[in-house]
């Protein structure tokens, strides 16, 4: 009986030890890396454009039946 409770004790002994592992370095997640997408230089031309034209069709379109003149 003594024999087989110094063998447990012993199995006990190592067996935690066994267990328990070494150092562990923590993983550490990089950091996200954000990249912006720059924008097309003919995008930026369309609100100029659009200014343009509808200032156009607004000149076009005077009708002012005023006379002058005669």
Same mark, same amino acid.
């Given at each position: 009986?003594?024999?087989?409770?110094?063998?447990?004790?012993?199995?006990?002994?190592?067996? %935690? $030890?066994?267990?328990?592992?070494?150092?562990? #370095?923590?993983? *550490? @997640?990089?950091?996200?890396? /954000?990249?912006?997408?720059?924008?097309? %230089? $003919?995008?930026?031309?369309?609100?100029?454009? #659009?200014?343009? *034209? @509808?200032?156009?069709?607004? /000149?076009?379109?005077?009708?002012?039946?005023?006379?002058?003149?005669?």
């Amino acid at each position: 009986m003594r024999k087989l409770l110094l063998a447990s004790a012993i199995a006990a002994v190592t067996a %935690s $030890s066994a267990l328990a592992g070494g150092y562990v #370095a923590p993983v *550490v @997640a990089a950091a996200p890396v /954000v990249v912006e997408k720059g924008s097309s %230089s $003919s995008s930026s031309i369309w609100i100029p454009l #659009a200014v343009l *034209v @509808a200032v156009g069709l607004i /000149v076009a379109n005077n009708d002012d039946d005023e006379v002058t003149g005669d």
